[in-house]
Nanobody, 125 residues
């Protein structure tokens, strides 16, 4: 059974940092394009960051320079380091895996094959 479980969300003040983790079971991260997307109340899904099987990363313009996606193959875990958080970063954050390598998941996050249940990030001003 494939499962992605996110953790690390919480409430922080503007300018603060959080690190999200996503532990995978039933699939090996290195074989998938992986990513994070978020969804705020009343809004659609927004691709935040992706990392492909070759380790190439992509970021939404709104998070470039502030967020960093990485993965630990030994732990089969995906991370999202979020610095200089802003109130507009408030959303539910989801970890996701894409079976089609090279797809532009950063633009089309609904195309991910599998996603976790999400972890809430709330940034107060």
């Amino acid at each position: 059974q494939v499962q992605l479980v996110e953790s690390g969300g919480g409430s922080v003040q503007s300018g603060g940092s959080l690190r999200l983790s996503c532990t995978a079971s039933g699939l090996t991260l290195v074989n998938y394009d992986m990513g994070w997307f978020r969804q705020a109340p009343g809004k659609g899904r927004e691709g935040v960051a992706t990392i492909d099987v070759d380790g190439r990363t992509s970021y939404a313009e709104s998070v470039k320079g502030r967020f960093t996606i990485s993965q630990d193959h030994d732990k089969n875990t995906l991370y999202l380091q979020m610095n200089s958080l802003k109130p507009e970063d408030t959303a539910m954050y989801y970890c996701a895996a894409g079976a089609e390598q090279g797809y532009q998941y950063i633009r089309y996050p609904s195309a991910f094959s599998v996603r976790g249940q999400g972890t809430q990030v709330t940034v107060s001003s």
